[in-house]
């Protein structure tokens, strides 16, 4: 394959770049400080980006590079993937890309990419003498995936690999600047729009403090904090004062309802122990505007919001309002960043040393089991327990809900 395409000269300015970052909606947000080492020391390249489309919104929001070198890959079925695929490659080849970064840590078509989009100089993480991670003999830049590092540092490595002579293609001095990522800057009728829309519906949330709640585990059940753990928290929150709000996509509702379920119960029976008596829960109203989540309910003061926001840019509105974020390892944690929200993550199968979202306004709690991280680039994200996740079981609520009170305290 070298011979078809020979490495660029080290001393030849690239004059377009591909940065490859197809699945990893979070991992977007990690990687501003490399779209901004990109544009800083190749100021005459034309910057662009390989994404799915459904990642494309937070990119967009990031405003990092022009939106019309954003390539979106369709993943709905086969055919789109293989029509979208063929047309990003004919983009890409007429843009003269030179330069192509991969960031995948699993995925092999991304690899194929970068040779198929005629870059020369071809940047990804290599196994060298590593076990796994064999992505083809084509990356003439290799990087070795070092799990020791935060993902980040990791992004800007690959940047500084392009114009590398040392072997491996990362030996090289890494300086992270130690700055969250900007907030994004939301149209002016968003967050207004978002509170007066959540003021409508959920009448009940009114003069509380807002927190958010994320169960879900996504595609990585293992990742999630049990659902007991939930509930205990939430009902403490309740009893401080606070309005809760469950958080998710349209898939997460059974869970959502499960959650609001089991606090109301817990609410209910504190109650018929002091002898109160409040009247039977209200339903909410549905949503206004005739919105499609007919579903969502509020019972006392915690929600249903699975569903609720239709985009990214509603999410980040929800953040504006909300003062608190409690949520699994995941996308909602990274996007946080982007806003003034506190926030509490829960690692366990992955370590926030590696993950942890790039903002002051985030505490990660990690138990930091023998057994933990066991979901790495190594094995896939395969883990290999047996689904008692204990590294987030012993996490205690009484201790996440210690730390909730003092970030909804915090200016």
Same mark, same amino acid.
């Given at each position: ?16 770049? $591909?940065? *490859? ?20 020391? /190749? ?44 047309? $990003? *490659?004919? =983009? ?26 005629? =870059?020369?100089?071809? $940047? ?68 207004? &729009? ?73 609410? !209910? ?16 109203? =549905?949503?206004?505007? &005739? %919105? ?33 974020? $409690? ?20 690692? &366990? ?5 590696? /993950? ?9 709690? /990690?138990?930091?089991? @023998?057994?933990? @991280? ?7 994200? %395969?883990?290999?327990?047996?689904? !008692? ?23």
């Amino acid at each position: 394959m070298r011979r078809f395409r020979p490495a660029a000269s080290r001393d030849q300015a690239p004059r377009a770049i $591909v940065v *490859i970052l197809l699945s990893e909606m979070g991992s977007l947000v990690l990687a501003h400080d490399m779209f901004a080492r990109l544009k800083q020391r /190749y100021p005459g390249a034309e910057l662009h980006a390989l994404l799915f489309g459904k990642n494309r919104e937070i990119l967009d929001l990031m405003q990092v590079m022009n939106p019309a070198n954003v390539h979106t890959v369709d993943d709905h079925s086969l055919t789109a993937l293989l029509a979208s695929l063929w047309k $990003v *490659i004919k =983009a890409l080849r007429r843009a003269n890309v030179d330069v192509a970064i991969d960031c995948e840590l699993f995925s092999r078509i991304s690899s194929l990419l970068s040779f198929a989009c005629g =870059a020369s100089v071809r $940047v990804g993480f290599h196994r060298h003498t590593q076990e796994g991670l064999y992505r083809g003999s084509h990356i003439n830049r290799r990087v070795p995936y070092n799990p020791y590092h935060h993902i980040s540092a990791q992004f800007l490595t690959l940047a500084s690999a392009i114009d590398s002579r040392a072997v491996p293609s990362s030996k090289l001095p890494i300086r992270l600047t130690g700055k969250p990522p900007p907030h994004v800057q939301l149209g002016s009728t968003l967050v207004p &729009g978002m509170q007066s829309r959540l003021a409508q519906d959920f009448p009940g949330l009114a003069g509380k403090p807002l927190v958010l709640v994320y169960p879900g585990g996504g595609i990585l059940p293992i990742r999630a904090w049990p659902l007991a753990s939930y509930t205990a928290l939430c009902e403490g929150l309740v009893a401080d004062g606070c309005a809760v709000a469950v958080i998710g996509l349209k898939d997460d509702q059974a869970l959502a309802r499960k959650l609001v379920g089991q606090v109301q119960a817990g609410i !209910d029976q504190q109650k018929n122990a002091s002898g109160r008596s409040d009247g039977p829960p209200l339903a909410s109203p =549905a949503p206004s505007g &005739g %919105s499609e989540l007919h579903a969502v309910r509020s019972v006392g003061a915690i929600v249903d919001l699975t569903g609720y926001t239709r985009s990214i840019s509603e999410l980040l509105a929800l953040f504006h309002v909300a003062r608190l974020l $409690v949520t699994n390892d995941g996308g909602p944690g990274q996007f946080a960043a982007l806003t003034p929200i506190w926030t509490l993550m829960l690692f &366990g199968p992955e370590t926030p040393s590696l /993950y942890a979202p790039l903002t002051p306004h985030c505490y990660s709690f /990690y138990s930091e089991w @023998p057994c933990s @991280p066991c979901l790495t680039a190594y094995n896939h994200r %395969s883990s290999y327990c047996d689904g !008692d996740n204990q590294c987030l079981k012993v996490i205690a609520p009484a201790t996440v809900l210690a730390k909730a009170r003092e970030c909804l305290v915090s200016p």
